[in-house]
């Protein structure tokens, strides 16, 4: 069961604002380069409101076989 309260701090983390201005700031000349206080602020909440993805761990067997059935039929015109 979710707990309420992290769901809610992470509704009030605006993630995609956060992101933008991410990439605008490494994408877009015009806007002022962040300063390194404020990007490790920013990767903080972003690691408070979205999953850690290199945490997720894929296993089992790979193996496996396929079985097609195709009916083919010629005719004579």
Known sequence: MPN?????IRELIKAEELINKLQNSVLDDKTDAL???E?????ILLSKSL????ALEVSGQIDSEITR???VSFRRD
């Open 39 to 43: 990007v490790n602020c920013i990767k």
């Open 35 to 37: 300063g390194q206080n």
């Open 4 to 8: 309420p309260v992290r769901s809610k």
């Open 69 to 71: 059935k195709h009916r």
């Open 51 to 54: 999953p850690d993805l290199k």
